[in-house]
């Protein structure tokens, strides 16, 4: 049986973890990104820095108790915003990684509907 408290924080701990890493990876090896942005977006570079970013503050939102219930919803959108782009590298890739690509885009539903449950089960701000 889990701890209370991993019951309670766990999933928007875990969800803040992997948009986190996620958001220090955009930041760190904007290159790994510059691909998922459409060419009709224009410059790649203020868009991945702008959703490295966004993802941050929404892994720090889902951290704190208090503000977890807008980090779930922002994580929703931000889930769904950037899909686009998971699409745009699927078409883009070539080789061993199209299927990796592909794979990822029904995962997609899973990780809005994670967020979306983080967001329901967080006590409202006062």
Known sequence: MLPDAFRRHGPALS????LGASGVIHLSRPRVYRGLIPHALGDPGPWVLGSGIAELGCAAALAVPATRRLGGHASAV????????????AVRSRGRWAAVAWARLPLQVPLVAWALSVARRATPAP
């Open 78 to 89: 931000l889930l769904v915003g950037v899909f686009p782009g998971n699409v745009t590298m």
């Open 15 to 18: 969800l803040a973890a992997l």
